[in-house]
DNA sequence: GGCATTCTGAAAGTAAGTTTCATCCGTGGC
DNA sequence: GCCACGGATGAAACTTACTTTCAGAATGCC
């Protein structure tokens, strides 16, 4: 489950950190003393050399080298460099206020911007993450063979909608997004069996697209819902689920990080339909490119 | 210049690999081939002993040390693991193909996904360092202060820019978007001194939007541009620019990480905005939740 | 062509890391 | 209570890695 390549890069240069504190209770006396300076501190560990960690210590060279051999190394050296790296790897967040999501109340533009980012960031990652390649598959199938695409959600999600809309418009499929739910509903009524409806929501518990997905659930259309939450209501009337993965703070920062992670559901679909017949996706962006051409200033600069 | 974060990061464990790229032309002959394989594989020189990579760019110890103490490294071993660091710090991409951006035609869903996801959470991350925080804190200023804002954008910016215009107008500010031109133009015509105008081009060259910031301009008004190119002509139209760092591969892709990266930024405007006053803020945003709370089902979920 | 300057590696020297081994200490058997 | 045993430990010997020194080579400048 796309983890092959992330499995390599774990044994590669990550966990051995969590590794020694597992093993930890296994070891000696003296050894646990090592063990703890060094999971107390890796980048500090991998600063100093092995005298100088074994007076930290209070032992000697050599149990330091049978702590570096307890734990799968070579030798103090190469200990000492896949500590640096397993270090440098965690990556701080600008500030520890910045993780929980929440700006503190006297936070200045830099912080902001940081928290901000390293959330988004983050809800990308880690949506793209837990997607399931094999759903997406079957979603993209869906897509590919319908006679007609209906993309739902309301408020913030209403833009990821029309946004998806556009973008299938834009590759010549047969795409809607509707604003208004009664036209939402008209509209679901009109689909069958072949067509796709797909509705966003965050929370999950959008009433209005709950009600028009069940509606095209009932015409006989194949329904997918996005959410965040895997076991939310709309869940219960989409025949696909696709999740994502925003820690949105609360609901007073607003639809930031989950707008993100959903848009990056949506382009990973766009591309997988696109990807199922190349040649036509690409003339029909050629075409639209064009289409725009004109409202598009040359990028010489005319003196002031 | 919200370099102050940044510049301790740098200063503690990144740029090394750069730096020295930099220094290279202005190292001795001997100097550059360690340099040179330095710099082609980092994780692999930090495997090396001094002997071993000495070797390896056929030349001394001595000239070995003479490069660690060039490039500000007081000797091997710091840095050896100086390197480690670094290369494990760098993000390996899921896979090699998956940097450039665009989809090679055999690709299955799980490559797209580790694809688009590691572009845009780059997107993010990068519009995020090179985000100005002082131009950020005068439009805010600017929007905290303007009578009205108006935010004008087209096709793929055009969700943005209504993305922000809703948020605002959550939060209680006066703010337009219009996704007509003419509409767009007789509103910016109506804007005066203490108004606003906010254009959002992705290349900076879409002439709708820049015609209407002009406008706005000369009526008075603030003009803001968010565009990925700091010198595209929406620039020359505008009092603030604010700039994405979206490497947006081909037009082909449609616009993706560029809007993540637009939506970053907004986002932070927005809560910067929001932060200027955050009890009417937050009463705003609360009565507005209740207000869509009776289109929310509970997620107590019913029997099948 | 001579001189200064920089670059370079051999060799010597120093520090770091590794191995060996004697000692210590606790445990269990007699 | 004594002794044998085995693991844990650090001192010291040893090896390897790193650093410095220095003299020769190369380069460039009068």
Same mark, same amino acid.
């Given at each position: 489950m796309a983890k092959t390549t992330k499995v390599s890069a774990t044994h590669e240069s990550s966990g051995l950190i969590v590794h020694i504190s597992g093993l930890l209770p296994s070891l000696s006396p003296a050894e646990q003393r090592v063990a703890r300076l060094v999971v107390a501190d890796p980048a500090d560990a991998a600063r100093r050399t092995i005298t100088d960690l074994a007076t930290a210590a209070e032992t000697s060279e050599a149990t330091v080298i049978r702590f570096c051999r307890s734990v799968g190394m070579e030798g103090y050296p190469q200990l000492r460099i896949r500590l640096a790296a397993e270090a440098a790897r965690?990556?701080?967040?600008?500030?520890?206020? =910045? =993780?929980?999501?929440d700006i503190p109340p006297g936070a200045d533009l830099a912080q902001i911007i940081a928290t901000i980012s390293f959330n988004d960031a983050r809800a990308v990652e880690e949506t793209a993450e837990q997607l399931d390649p094999a759903v997406c598959e079957q979603v993209v199938d869906a897509i590919t063979a319908a006679g007609r695409v209906d993309v739902y959600g309301a408020a913030a999600s209403g833009f990821v909608a029309s946004d998806f809309q556009q973008k299938l418009h834009r590759i010549g499929r047969t795409a809607f997004y509707w604003p208004d739910i009664h036209m939402a509903l008209t509209s679901a009524a009109l689909l069958g069996k072949g067509d796709i409806a797909i509705g966003i929501s965050? *929370?999950? *518990? $959008?009433s209005d697209v709950i009600e028009v997905l069940q509606q095209a659930r009932a015409r006989g259309a194949t329904t997918v819902a996005l959410t965040n939450?895997?076991?939310?209501?709309?869940t219960e009337v989409a025949d696909f689920v696709l999740t994502t993965a925003a820690?949105? $703070? $609360?609901?007073?920062?607003?639809a930031m990080a989950s707008r993100l992670a959903q848009l990056t559901v949506i382009d990973c679909l766009f591309v997988g339909v696109a990807a199922r017949n190349r040649a036509k996706a690409r003339r029909a962006l050629e075409v639209t490119a064009e289409a725009v051409q004109p409202h598009r200033v040359t990028s010489a600069r005319r003196s002031r």
């Open positions: 965690r990556i701080e967040p600008p500030d520890a206020r =910045v =993780v929980g999501g965050h *929370t999950g *518990t $959008t939450f895997p076991r939310s209501p709309i820690r949105e $703070t $609360t609901y007073r920062s607003g």
